[in-house]
């Protein structure tokens, strides 16, 4: 494989970056950029970051992000809605 | 529930708790709004690491973040951003259900959420560098 092959294999999965945190890929698209990850130390690592860093995102700005009370009442609504 | 049902009361909520964060007074454009580089964060944190400034892996030196900080780094950042961003990452809405409790395209969701993000790290950093070591 050439280093031109390469780098344009990290820019194919870059460029799905952030779809991909989002799990918001196609199927093909999500495969693509997991064997690549397989491949490519260097790319696995910057992911990995970027995953872990969204999970603490997600778990400490949890707290802050809707008054609960209101955040309860609608999710009951929801539930009733639901049942 | 449908998604637009959930999505228009989420609309709601959304402009509630917008409308409480704009009464905070914030300073104006707090940091630059050049964040075109992805993995912004993970680059200045091995940087430290290979000067031999910090002992703690990146994955560490996130770990330990403040839920402080990260309120922090999102309140500041610009509504369109801030509101992406609590919405798809935060809150786990698919992009297709931030779209439509925002009202814009799908694309613009795509695009603010992107920058949204590096714009996230960039205060992050900030934070980071701010801290008495």
Same mark, same amino acid.
């Given at each position: 494989m050439t280093t031109m092959d390469e780098y344009n294999q990290c820019q194919e999965a870059v460029r799905r970056l952030h779809a991909y945190l989002s799990h918001e890929l196609a199927p093909d698209d999500e495969m693509l950029v997991q064997s690549h990850l397989t491949r490519c130390q260097g790319c696995l690592a910057k992911f990995t970051f970027e995953e872990a860093l969204l999970r603490t995102i997600r778990e400490k700005a949890e707290a802050v992000h809707a008054p609960d009370t209101l955040r309860d009442k609608i999710l009951n609504l929801l539930h009733t809605e639901e049942s | 529930v449908g998604t637009n049902a959930r999505a228009w009361l989420f609309r709601i909520l959304t402009n509630l708790f917008i409308n409480q964060y704009r009464k905070k007074v914030r300073e104006p454009e707090?940091? =630059?709004?050049?964040?075109?580089?992805?993995?912004f964060l993970y680059n200045r944190l091995s940087d430290l690491a290979m000067q031999g400034? =910090? +002992?703690?892996p990146a994955e560490e030196v996130i770990r330990r973040l403040q839920a402080e900080a990260i309120r922090t780094a999102i309140d500041n950042l610009p509504d369109e951003y801030r509101e992406t961003v609590l919405l798809a990452? +935060?809150?786990?809405?698919?992009y297709q259900e931030v779209a439509e409790i925002l009202g814009i395209p799908i694309g613009t969701v795509r695009s603010r959420l992107s920058r949204g993000r590096r714009l996230v790290q960039k205060a992050v950093w900030e934070l980071i560098e701010e801290t008495p070591k």
């Amino acid at each position: 494989m050439t280093t031109m092959d390469e780098y344009n294999q990290c820019q194919e999965a870059v460029r799905r970056l952030h779809a991909y945190l989002s799990h918001e890929l196609a199927p093909d698209d999500e495969m693509l950029v997991q064997s690549h990850l397989t491949r490519c130390q260097g790319c696995l690592a910057k992911f990995t970051f970027e995953e872990a860093l969204l999970r603490t995102i997600r778990e400490k700005a949890e707290a802050v992000h809707a008054p609960d009370t209101l955040r309860d009442k609608i999710l009951n609504l929801l539930h009733t809605e639901e049942s | 529930v449908g998604t637009n049902a959930r999505a228009w009361l989420f609309r709601i909520l959304t402009n509630l708790f917008i409308n409480q964060y704009r009464k905070k007074v914030r300073e104006p454009e707090r940091f =630059s709004m050049e964040a075109s580089e992805d993995f912004f964060l993970y680059n200045r944190l091995s940087d430290l690491a290979m000067q031999g400034k =910090s +002992v703690a892996p990146a994955e560490e030196v996130i770990r330990r973040l403040q839920a402080e900080a990260i309120r922090t780094a999102i309140d500041n950042l610009p509504d369109e951003y801030r509101e992406t961003v609590l919405l798809a990452d +935060v809150q786990e809405f698919r992009y297709q259900e931030v779209a439509e409790i925002l009202g814009i395209p799908i694309g613009t969701v795509r695009s603010r959420l992107s920058r949204g993000r590096r714009l996230v790290q960039k205060a992050v950093w900030e934070l980071i560098e701010e801290t008495p070591k």
